[in-house]
């Protein structure tokens, strides 16, 4: 292995220890956390739904292992959104240094006019894309539609680089209507 795959597997290791050390201690962030290695490459899509399999909540929260958080967010609310409007509210992107001007960079580059809404209980702003960054989504819809039977995302692919690109697509020919 070379030097940044030792450190991977060293990294591995180490949130293995963690998440055995936290035990089922409800104040540790580790505690119920499990490590899924898969055998062989699945891509990152694919991996999301190996580990969506043994997932047990309405939600999950995905950050590669090479994303940070850049900015604190209310989760509890953020869930709270997501299980009261659960046809509208299926899909949370964090904030990152890319998309903290979403807004503008929306409306230069594709002619689409958002804006953010308070309607759900929690600041969000609509997005046209799915983003692979951090995000909460809810775990029905990521196995029925994300990577569900219709889903152009296959083995190997990032969710960004073909659902995400499929609903701008949709987006942009049918409107924010055609957002799902």
């Known amino acids: 292995l070379g030097p940044d795959a030792k450190r991977y597997c060293e990294l591995v290791r180490n949130v293995e220890a963690l998440a055995k050390g936290a035990g089922d201690d409800p104040e540790d962030v580790f505690a ?4 899924l290695q898969l055998e062989d490459h699945h891509g990152f899509g694919h991996a999301v ?3 969506l399999n043994l997932v047990r ?17 209310d989760l509890p609310a953020v869930l709270r959104a997501m299980a009261a409007y659960p046809e509208e509210v299926k899909y949370v992107g964090l904030a990152s240094a ?3 001007p979403y807004e503008r960079i929306v409306r230069s580059k594709f002619g689409i006019e958002i804006a953010p809404t308070t309607e759900f209980g929690v600041p969000l702003m ?4 799915f983003y692979d960054k951090p995000h909460i989504c809810s775990r029905k819809y990521y196995q029925d539609v994300v990577l ?14 073909t659902f995400g690109k499929a609903q701008r697509a949709e987006i942009l ?3 924010m209507q055609a957002h799902r």
């Open 57 to 73: 909540t309405d939600f999950v929260l995905v950050v590669q292992h090479d994303q940070e958080l850049v900015r604190g967010f």
């Open 148 to 161: 569900g039977p219709e889903s152009p995302v296959k083995r190997g692919d990032f969710i960004e680089e």
């Open 126 to 129: 609509p997005l046209i894309f």
């Open 173 to 175: 020919d049918q409107g």
């Open 49 to 51: 739904g190996r580990a």
């Open 98 to 100: 890319t998309t903290v």
């Open 32 to 35: 119920g956390l499990q490590v």
